[in-house]
């Protein structure tokens, strides 16, 4: 089932809020595991190439705050692949983007969720947990907090590159 422009325009701000609920829900998560200290640390692929409890966590946080409103959506998550929908709306998560990062106590990981709608680029939601600081992008523009934020030169969302940095006085 696709939709409409005027139904995809109206639910791109639920997207979006959702997106952000996400990301937070997948930080709790992967602040729980590092309290609990119990990083189950494996690689996959090559020798530096990591997946964690935190990155396990995170995806299931993330997947079960989109299912809940949304239970017809795709979701495409890195660590346990496709879960199929039919509402015309895809969920591409990352839970937790530079495990390697993550895995040597370095503060430069995020969660990393986006949405397409009927295939086009709607939202992308960063967060860096340590850091508390997030950028937003959809079609109307982007927005940060606690940061500035780098952003390629593009008219096309999909092709879009986006840092977030944090300088420290």
Aim: proline content about 4%; glycine content about 10%; charged content about 25%.
């Amino acid at each position: 089932m696709s939709m409409g422009n005027n139904e995809m325009q109206d639910d791109v701000g639920g997207v979006k809020q959702l997106a952000l609920d996400a990301v937070r829900a997948g930080a709790a998560a992967i602040r729980a595991v590092q309290k609990d200290g119990r990083l189950d640390i494996q690689t996959k692929g090559s020798p530096h190439h990591f997946v964690t409890a935190a990155d396990k966590a995170a995806e299931g946080a993330i997947i079960r705050t989109i299912l809940c409103d949304r239970p017809d959506d795709e979701i495409v998550g890195e660590e346990t692949g496709q879960h199929p929908g039919r509402s015309g709306v895809r969920w591409l998560v990352d839970p937790l983007d530079g495990t390697l990062n993550f895995v040597y106590g370095r503060h430069e990981y995020a969660v990393s969720v986006a949405a397409e709608i009927n295939d086009e680029p709607a939202v992308g939601v960063i967060l860096r947990p340590v850091l508390e600081d997030w950028a937003v992008a959809d079609r109307s523009g982007i927005s940060w907090s606690l940061g500035t934020a780098s952003v390629s030169e593009t008219t096309r969302l999909g092709d879009a590159l986006i840092a977030v940095h944090r300088y420290r006085e």
